[in-house]
């Protein structure tokens, strides 16, 4: 059926507008006048069937499709079905009148469909139909109830419009990943979308009374009142913060921006506000870690330009320290000709010419040479000593032992001049440079020997101890002994404790002495009573790991 | 091939050179000794003796010499045929282990201290002397 006008049945005054209405869509099809009658009047028994069981039906008035050959005036009339309809007297009559007539239920409705031959109806078309449903509604209002009725069939059309849209708007918020919500002017939630509870585990209600506390990251809660309360600036179009909200389910805070905006009425005054809340936390950390990316390559730009001029530095550094062992090196190579050659002539002199020349000039010829002896020790010993850098290390699997009579052998005369007796413990095998390592035995042992109590027998204990990788060798003696004040000073160049007249030495043994042991990755120390003895402790790596 | 009884003593330093020769002179043996600046002219004696043939019994090397040193030298010798059964004697002015080992190794016959006093001096003198007589003396029984 093609729809043309549409009639509420509630009352008797609804009657007369079916009757009405029927009669007016007889007259557009042109029924003869006595065929509009019998049509308005079936329409009419219906109605009041309807009306009387009070029943609030609802009459269709229309065509039939365009597809059905033979075209019929159709009044169809909708309602609740009863089910203990009496015999109904309306509608056997109305049967009579009309040309067809069927009942259908389907559920809870039942539609009575009334069909009259329509022979004048031509070819159909929407443009008609639209005109003659205009026809229907345009038409003046024969009573002040068909206004009111009218009246009100538009309101509720506008408000059921008005729901859907409503419905939709409310189902596209609930679809944005943002919270959206409206605000009184008080800073209270009006509205808020399902994103509002479905983030926070909060409703309106609980966020009201709590002034969003906890849930809003501590440090920015202030400034987040003070959104909330920025009612004041009436002329403020839009106002924007950035607060951490805490998500429900992961308990952690998330970055995110929000925005309201007032809404205002025609004097300008604010309404309520609306905003939103969008998370930006990856943007945040995202620029956060940009910064921190900067900030890091700057460093590391730093960290390089001072790792080059480190570099600069060491190479610098290495240079002049090669320079200098060359030159200790040279120098004392070649000092040692002109001094061999100062001691020889002066021997020559005394040995030769001893009778010729007078006491004072033996006595100062003699000088001569001892001063010559001492330039040539101290030249030996700094040659010694630049030699422990210079001779390229060669690690072996050395026989501690063996090395240590090697020493011996070489102090063989200060040991039988002084008579020491000398223990020496059994070693295990170390990783270590023979010649150095046993340089080391020889200046360690051979101080001893020079520093002993005067008419006491030197002896001199050397034992060991294993620690891990670490060989942990003591020369203990009965000597004369130090002030442990002057140890940090012992071990570097030139420190001597007592005058030449005293002791002979050139102050450089135990700097030779630290020098091989912190080159093979150990450490010397010492230890003393005034007196009574010292102990020197050498610590050696048993394997090097280089 | 004859040997003479003849120590071929190769130093640039003029003064060890003398005072060596005062100490043969000592003993009145300074016409076994001939004395040479550096290795190359050393190398040079030697094939001048060895076109004479007669060959010294005995070299000794300094170390530290110009154009030639005395290592150079040693590799020298001992690289010849005509000349590595002849002793060679290393004559240095101090201990140095490395270098001693070193010349050891290259077929040195020995390594010895330059004198220090005079006493000394007539002793390496004898010490150099009586080698090269014995040398001379085996050498000449080949």
């Known amino acids: 059926?093609?729809?043309?006008?549409?009639?509420?049945?509630?009352?008797?005054?609804?009657?007369?507008?079916?009757?009405?209405?029927?009669?007016?869509?007889?007259?557009?099809?042109?029924?003869?006048?006595?065929?509009?009658?019998?049509?308005?009047?079936?329409?009419?028994?219906?109605?009041?069937?309807?009306?009387?069981?009070?029943?609030?039906?609802?009459?269709?008035?229309?065509?039939?499709?365009?597809?059905?050959?033979?075209?019929?005036?159709?009044?169809?009339?909708?309602?609740?079905?009863?089910?203990?309809?009496?015999?109904?007297?309306?509608?056997?009559?109305?049967?009579?009148?009309?040309?067809?007539?069927?009942?259908?239920?389907?559920?809870?409705?039942?539609?009575?469909?009334?069909?009259?031959?329509?022979?004048?109806?031509?070819?159909?078309?929407?443009?008609?139909?639209?005109?003659?449903?205009?026809?229907?509604?345009?038409?003046?209002?024969?009573?002040?109830?068909?206004?009111?009725?009218?009246?009100?069939?538009?309101?509720?059309?506008?408000?059921?419009?008005?729901?859907?849209?409503?419905?939709?708007?409310?189902?596209?918020t609930n679809a944005l990943p943002l919270i959206i919500f409206s605000l009184n002017n008080n800073g209270h939630l009006i509205y808020a979308n399902e994103w509002l509870y479905q983030y926070t585990g909060e409703t309106i209600a609980q966020l009201n009374h709590t002034g969003w506390q906890g849930i809003i990251h501590p440090d920015d809660y202030d400034s987040f009142r003070l959104l909330l309360g920025s009612k004041t600036d009436s002329a403020a179009t839009n106002i924007k913060t950035q607060c951490r909200i805490k998500h429900r389910q992961s308990d952690s805070y998330f970055w995110h921006l929000i925005s309201i905006s007032p809404q205002k009425d025609e004097k300008d005054e604010i309404l309520h506000w609306i905003g939103y809340m969008v998370d930006i936390h990856a943007q945040k950390v995202f620029a956060e870690t940009l910064q921190d990316n900067r900030e890091l390559k700057e460093t590391q730009e730093q960290l390089k330009d001072q790792q080059q001029q480190l570099e600069l530095n060491v190479s610098e550094l290495n240079r002049s320290n090669l320079e200098l062992q060359?030159?200790?090196?040279?120098?004392?190579?070649?000092?040692?000709?002109?001094?061999?050659?100062?001691?020889?002539?002066?021997?020559?002199?005394?040995?030769?010419?001893?009778?010729?020349?007078?006491?004072?000039?033996?006595?100062?010829?003699?000088?001569?040479m001892a001063a010559s002896h001492r330039m040539r020790n101290l030249i030996s010993d700094l040659l010694a000593f630049s030699q422990v850098n210079r001779q390229q290390l060669t690690y072996g699997h050395i026989n501690l032992n063996q090395l240590a009579h090697e020493a011996l052998q070489d102090l063989e005369v200060a040991i039988k001049e002084k008579d020491a007796v000398i223990h020496i413990q059994s070693f295990p095998l170390i990783e270590a440079d023979a010649g150095l390592i046993r340089q080391l035995f020889e200046n360690i042992i051979s101080n001893a020997i020079k520093y002993s109590n005067t008419g006491v027998?030197?002896?001199?204990?050397?034992?060991?101890?294993?620690?891990?990788?670490?060989?942990?060798?003591?020369?203990?003696?009965?000597?004369?002994?130090?002030d442990e004040k002057y140890l940090p000073k012992m071990f570097t160049l030139f420190q001597r404790l007592h005058t030449r007249e005293s002791y002979k030495g050139t102050g450089l043994g135990l700097a030779i002495c630290r020098k091989i042991v912190e080159m093979h990755h150990g450490t010397i120390t010492a230890r003393s009573n005034m007196g009574k003895g010292a102990t020197f402790t050498v610590t050696l790596p048993i394997t090097q790991y280089y | 091939m004859n040997a003479q009884t003849m120590i071929l003593f190769?130093?640039?330093?003029?003064?060890?050179?003398?005072?060596?020769?005062?100490?043969?002179?000592?003993?009145?043996?300074?016409?076994?000794?001939?004395?040479?600046?550096?290795?190359?002219?050393?190398?040079?004696?030697?094939?001048?003796?060895?076109?004479?043939?007669?060959?010294?019994?005995?070299?000794?090397?300094?170390?530290?010499?110009?154009?030639?040193?005395?290592?150079?030298?040693?590799?020298?010798?001992?690289?010849?045929?005509?000349?590595?059964?002849?002793?060679?004697?290393?004559?240095?002015?101090?201990?140095?282990?490395?270098?001693?080992?070193?010349?050891?190794?290259?077929?040195?016959?020995?390594?010895?201290?330059?004198?220090?006093?005079?006493?000394?001096?007539?002793?390496?003198?004898?010490?150099?002397?009586?080698?090269?007589?014995?040398?001379?003396?085996?050498?000449?029984?080949?």
């Open chain 1, 326 to 368: 060359q030159f200790a090196f040279v120098a004392s190579h070649d000092l040692q000709e002109p001094v061999r050659k100062m001691i020889f002539y002066s021997d020559y002199f005394l040995k030769k010419y001893a009778p010729v020349i007078d006491k004072k000039g033996t006595d100062y010829l003699k000088s001569m």
């Open chain 1, 457 to 482: 027998q030197p002896v001199i204990n050397i034992t060991c101890r294993q620690n891990d990788n670490d060989l942990i060798i003591s020369f203990e003696d009965n000597g004369i002994g130090f």
């Open chain 1, 1 to 172: 059926m093609l729809e043309i006008a549409k009639i509420t049945l509630e009352n008797e005054m609804d009657l007369i507008l079916a009757h009405r209405g029927a009669m007016r869509i007889g007259e557009l099809l042109g029924l003869s006048f006595s065929a509009q009658t019998t049509f308005a009047t079936a329409v009419s028994e219906l109605s009041r069937n309807s009306i009387d069981h009070g029943k609030t039906g609802c009459l269709y008035l229309g065509i039939s499709n365009e597809q059905q050959k033979e075209k019929y005036l159709i009044a169809c009339l909708k309602d609740r079905s009863v089910k203990d309809s009496k015999k109904n007297e309306g509608l056997e009559y109305a049967k009579r009148l009309v040309d067809k007539l069927t009942v259908s239920t389907a559920g809870d409705e039942s539609s009575i469909e009334l069909q009259v031959a329509a022979p004048l109806l031509d070819k159909l078309n929407s443009k008609k139909l639209e005109e003659w449903k205009g026809l229907f509604n345009e038409e003046a209002p024969i009573s002040p109830y068909e206004e009111i009725k009218r009246k009100n069939q538009q309101l509720k059309e506008l408000t059921e419009k008005l729901q859907a849209s409503e419905s939709q708007y409310k189902t596209l």
């Open chain 2, 10 to 142: 190769v130093d640039d330093d003029k003064e060890d050179c003398g005072i060596l020769q005062d100490a043969f002179e000592d003993f009145n043996a300074q016409k076994h000794i001939h004395f040479e600046e550096n290795g190359e002219k050393a190398l040079e004696y030697v094939a001048r003796c060895h076109t004479a043939n007669a060959l010294p019994c005995l070299i000794v090397l300094d170390l530290n010499m110009p154009r030639m040193n005395g290592t150079q030298t040693l590799k020298h010798l001992k690289l010849n045929e005509n000349y590595k059964h002849i002793p060679v004697v290393i004559y240095s002015t101090s201990l140095n282990g490395i270098e001693k080992d070193e010349c050891m190794r290259l077929g040195a016959y020995d390594y010895i201290m330059k004198p220090l006093t005079y006493q000394e001096c007539i002793d390496t003198a004898k010490k150099l002397y009586e080698l090269c007589l014995q040398f001379s003396g085996t050498t000449s029984q080949q």
